[in-house]
């Protein structure tokens, strides 16, 4: 199980970390023309909030392991980014984008699982 979960968090990692870098570097017109169109719902330093937040998520689960220091923040991290797709999939919901959900709820159930793992059991 120790192997799967740093598998698992190193895909959240990944994903979270292109998904923070894209808020971070694009103009939030871009992001609203390549399809996210709740980023016209979102005000552009809360775009860049949002992609700090991730980015910071995503070099929290892996960081803290590699190193072995402050090895709590993993799951700490893990929390933190579940708690952002609880966010995502409700703004999603709200402005009627089902179709986004299921990504959200993976990230959400894959962020939970390396939370409970690391917190849990399978601690460092």
Not at 15 to 35: C, I, Y
Not at 71 to 92: E, I, R, S, Y
Request: charged share 10%; hydrophobic share 60%; proline share 5%.
């Amino acid at each position: 199980m120790n192997i799967t979960l740093w598998i698992v968090a190193s895909v959240l990692a990944l994903a979270f970390l292109a998904s923070g870098l894209m808020k971070l570097s694009q103009p939030r017109e871009k992001l609203v023309a390549s399809g996210m169109g709740w980023a016209e719902d979102v005000a552009p330093g809360a775009i860049k909030a949002l992609g700090a937040t991730q980015v910071l998520g995503a070099l929290g689960l892996v960081l803290p392991a590699v190193t072995g220091i402050a090895t709590v923040l993993v799951p700490c991290a893990a929390t933190g980014l579940a708690v952002t797709m609880v966010g995502a999939a409700a703004l999603h919901l709200r402005r009627g984008e089902a179709k986004s959900l299921p990504v959200n709820l993976v990230l959400l159930a894959l962020a939970v699982l390396v939370a409970w793992g690391r917190f849990g059991p399978y601690a460092f």
